[in-house]
């Protein structure tokens, strides 16, 4: 990496970001699916900063049991605090950690970004809420008894009816979809809300993502075999179903379904349609109706023909400049480069390249309240 290290300082010249580091994570043997969505979370700022914050306020860390939190945040930190501006880091404590704690990433067969996404956010925030749980166990000797103004927090019945713990996970990748559906019959809209830290799109030949989230929010009625029971009327129902953004997230991640199962052949397909993902992204399908503006900064892309072999790597914008990271490998690529890795407009293509997972982060969100 030696030779690419100093080619990428020499692209970059005196445009090298102050601070900034940019390091590959060396394959372990099939792992490109962990480092390609490590280095998208790397260069997710908030979460980054938060990530390093928590490790910095984190007493005695090193006497902490070891967790995959701990080993995330030991590895980012690790990268920041390098004196170098480029190089490779082996991120060998987590994947060690990551496959002891979940028999899934064990093998050496390839492995679904996606799922492992999945399983670390959600790790994470079973981590952040046991070590809450903790802290409130306790003895509270010092704790003020001004900080329960709002009644006294222990009221609950044993605990049952706590209130859910809202992490630094959740404040960045966390939103809230509600599903509607109305009664045809007696018109009665009923709603209810699941949180979310990703949306899995279902994809067609030649659309893209505005379209895709256009479908995922489409009515569809229930009739027939699948008519609901509405409380009001007491008896099954015709009825339209439609599920809306009732709460954006900051950081909106897109999965593209890009495997699925056909049915003839017994086995997962790769889509390798056209799905054209926009550097900057409009969010319209809220249910305050209200146009969220999200800007594109890391993408997970596939790079192979089937679900259960290929390769995994990441692009990603980092002070304005785009960069390739493939596992050792880091390269600055220009912007226009981004849209090669939209998909293929033709069934059979000789590009197997296709952005997989997308990662926004909303522009002033909290600016866009008229």
Known sequence: MGAAGSKLEKALGDQFPEGERYFGLENFGNTCYCNSVLQALYFCAPFREQLLEFYANSK?????EENLLTCLADLFTQISSQKKKTGVIAPKRFVQRLKKQNELFRSYMHQDAHEFLNFLLNELVDILEKEAQAVKSEPETSSPPEKTANGP?????????KEPLVTWVHKNFQGI??????CLQCETVTARDETFFDLSLDI???SSITSCLKNFSSTETL??????????????????????????PHILVIHLKRFKYIEQLGRYKKLSYRVVFPLELKLSN????ADIEYSLFAVVV??????????????VKSHNHWLFFDDENVEMIDESAVQTFFGSAQE?????DHGYILFYESIGASNNKS
């Open 60 to 64: 005695n860390i090193g006497d902490a």
């Open 153 to 161: 927090k222990h009221a609950q019945a044993n605990g049952v009816s």
């Open 177 to 182: 979809l509600t599903n509607e559906t109305r």
């Open 204 to 206: 067609e030949q030649n």
């Open 223 to 248: 009739n027939a075999e699948d008519k609901f029971f509405c409380d009001k009327c007491c008896s099954l129902q015709e009825a339209q179903k439609r599920m809306k953004i009732k709460k954006p």
């Open 286 to 289: 809220t249910v305050e109706d």
């Open 302 to 315: 596939h790079v192979g023909s089937g679900p259960n072999h290929g390769h995994y790597v990441s692009l």
């Open 348 to 352: 059979y293509s000789s590009n197997t």
